[in-house]
């Protein structure tokens, strides 16, 4: 059974770059058709796409955070990385790793991790 | 790129039936998927491609698609569905998924 898993520091500085790993147990990266995403939730928010990352290893961003994102896998390892940089107190939120194939439904989330951007 | 609207709340006395709306332009020619969130909790996936429900998930949750309107609708609602609903497209135009910003059912 493929299962998700968040980690990466909970406190970020302003100005400093966000960086999160998700580690996928019990599968891979790189197989079937499957697209890796992250997806953020400010508190008392609702949900927001970041973007992804394919099995071939092509990614996508929203373009509203295109500028100051970036994901990379690491097949090796059965992980993929987030890294947002430039961030601010509006980049606090709780961020999950998702498995969604291409134009389909999200079908396996991890259980998050709360980030926060404070000095 | 394509917004889907969702009323902020909508409230239900136990054993009622839920509908919980989604708005879209042309939102009936796009795929919808459902998800529930409980405090503390991941997203759970419960109606996709607009009516079809994963294993696990109760008979009382079903889903419509036509015109400008996607609807979850939730047969005899228990207080255990209590719950934020996200609905979520795939823009094919941006070529990225879009959530609704969510409706809050409360069990009266």
């Known amino acids: 059974q493929v299962q998700l898993q968040e980690s990466g520091p909970g406190l970020v500085k302003p100005s400093q770059t966000l960086s999160l790993t998700c580690t996928v147990s019990g599968g891979s990266i790189d197989s079937g058709d499957h697209y890796w995403h992250w997806i953020r939730q400010p508190p008392g928010k609702g949900l927001e796409w970041i973007g992804y990352i394919s099995h071939r290893g092509t990614t996508f961003y929203n373009p509203s955070l295109k500028s100051r994102v970036s994901i990379s896998g690491d097949t090796s390892n059965k992980e993929f990385s987030l890294n947002l940089n430039s961030v601010t107190a509006a980049d606090t939120a709780l961020y999950f790793c998702?498995?969604?194939?291409?134009?389909?439904?999200?079908?396996?989330w991890g259980q998050g991790r709360l980030v926060t951007v404070s000095s | 790129s394509y917004v889907v609207t969702q009323p902020p709340s909508v409230s239900v006395a136990p054993g009622q039936t839920a509908r919980i709306t989604c708005g879209g332009d042309?939102?009936?020619?796009?795929?919808v998927h459902w998800y529930q969130q409980k405090p503390g909790q991941a997203p759970l996936l419960v109606i996709y491609y607009d009516n079809a429900r994963p294993s696990g998930v109760p008979e009382g949750f079903s889903g419509s698609n036509s015109g400008n309107t996607a609807t979850l609708t939730i047969g005899r609602v228990e207080a255990g569905d209590e719950a934020d609903y996200y609905c979520?497209?795939?823009?094919?135009?941006?070529?990225?998924?879009?959530f609704g910003g969510g409706t809050k059912l409360t069990v009266l």
């Open positions: 998702v498995r969604g194939d291409y134009g389909r439904p999200f079908d396996l």
């Open positions: 979520q497209v795939w823009d094919p135009i941006s070529d990225h998924p879009v």
């Open positions: 042309a939102i009936g020619s796009r795929s």
